[in-house]
């Protein structure tokens, strides 16, 4: 049980309403505590498991071309409605920047290197920039109105 109380349950036309914890909505998952740190782990897992695909797959270990893969088919899955589950705890976004990291680790020449070298050197950003970059323009749409939302639930102006 998931915070349902024994005292107390919910019932509709005569049979109990399951306790969920989390929930699989439009690509996110959210538990009962409106945390996502189920969603961290499953997009993290994903993200592994194809930049590993990536590394085994590919018999070119031209950076350009392993980086431009890496954009194509790994970076997406963290990205995707990122505006909604964005970590804000150092843990999950350590977590998550950990798929780019340990990706551009095995980058051949790259080993020795700091992980901001290696973005620098392979031109690409870190995933936590990515997504502070799409926080903001989803607040300047909504502010210069080409988002339509109710602005005044969300923010005092």
């Not at 945390?35 to 590993?52: D, L, S, Y």
């Not at 194509?72 to 804000?88: F, G, L």
């Not at 780019?100 to 290696?118: A, D, V």
Request: charged content about 20%; proline content about 3%; some cysteine.
């Amino acid at each position: 049980m998931c915070g349902l109380s024994l005292l107390r349950c919910f019932f509709q036309h005569a049979s109990p309403i399951q306790d969920i914890c989390s929930m699989f909505h439009l690509g996110v998952v959210v538990d009962s505590q409106l945390r996502f740190t189920e969603h961290v782990a499953m997009i993290t897992r994903k993200g592994h498991q194809r930049a590993n695909l990536i590394h085994r797959c590919f018999t070119s270990k031209d950076r350009s071309l392993l980086v431009k893969a890496f954009i194509t088919y790994v970076r997406p899955i963290s990205e995707y409605n990122s505006q909604v589950w964005s970590p804000n705890a150092l843990k999950e976004i350590n977590r998550t920047e950990a798929v780019q990291r340990r990706f551009t680790k095995r980058i051949p020449g790259m080993l020795g290197r700091s992980y901001h070298s290696r973005l620098k050197m392979l031109n690409v950003d870190s995933l936590e920039l990515r997504r502070l970059r799409a926080d903001l323009l989803l607040v300047y749409n909504i502010l210069l109105g080409l988002l339509h939302t109710n602005t005044e639930s969300l923010f005092l102006l």
